[in-house]
């Protein structure tokens, strides 16, 4: 595949720039503010990463811990599930790479006068975030396994302040875990929301205002998170 990037520079105006602008700061500012801790306005992930900590606490105390083993191994079986699947779609996105005709055929009347070229760039940018999601999601599988591990290590009797102190590592094992898997998802809505670059810098603007705003929404002002919040 060679790409003629001097002549690139005619097919992405300034609009595209504004767009990838517009793209990677609501995808960096929105981890930012999800991932901050605040106690004036948390987000689920906060929330949910709080009860992680009283969850591996309470797990310390119990005498029979399967039931705590069950729900680690369901966790990581999610982040087997979303690291093979996005495996499967960074395949695919070779293969689009590879005979881009395709997405011109079949968007014929939709799509801008794009190059081959062009759609390539723009299908590269899908696969670096792709490629991105499924590291993600690698690493929380590793992390729950390290977590399971140190869950193990808690003491039978875990009242004790060793038990508690073993405890508190797997908590942030399991937070950490978290904290990537949850990036992963939010690759996910953004690698989608890349996509639409394809049909223009325009689309690409209203995608990304559209997925921004759909996790805000989910992340500080759903139901879900009053539940969490409710005595």
């Not at 029979?64 to 779609?89: C, E, H, K, M, P």
């Not at 039978?156 to 990036?183: H, P, Q, V």
């Not at 759909?214 to 009053?226: G, H, N, V």
Request: net charge positive; aromatic share 10%; hydrophobic share 50%.
């Amino acid at each position: 595949m060679h790409l003629d990037f001097a002549g690139l520079i005619d097919k992405f105006g300034p609009l595209d720039l504004a767009a990838l602008i517009t793209f990677w700061t609501a995808w960096l500012v929105m981890t930012v503010w999800i991932e901050r801790e605040s106690n004036k306005r948390p987000s689920v992930h906060i929330l949910m990463m709080r009860h992680r900590y009283s969850w591996m606490q309470e797990m310390a105390a119990r005498d029979v811990r399967i039931f705590d083993s069950a729900i680690l191994n369901g966790i990581q079986q999610s982040t087997a599930f979303f690291g093979s699947t996005t495996l499967l779609a960074i395949g695919g996105i070779f293969a689009i790479i590879g005979k881009p005709e395709l997405i011109l055929s079949a968007g014929g009347g939709i799509l801008p006068d794009n190059t081959v070229q062009a759609i390539q760039i723009e299908m590269l940018m899908v696969l670096g975030i792709t490629s991105f999601t499924f590291l993600k999601f690698a690493w929380s599988n590793r992390l729950f396994s390290y977590c399971a591990i140190v869950m193990a290590a808690v003491p039978n009797d875990g009242k004790t302040e060793e038990g508690r102190r073993i405890a508190t590592r797997a908590a942030r094992l399991n937070c950490y875990a978290a904290r990537s898997f949850n990036r992963g998802l939010r690759g996910i809505y953004y690698s989608l929301t890349a996509m639409a670059w394809v049909i223009g810098p325009e689309a690409l603007i209203v995608a990304t205002i559209m997925t921004t705003t759909t996790l805000a929404r989910r992340e500080f002002f759903s139901r879900s998170r009053q539940a969490l919040l409710d005595d």
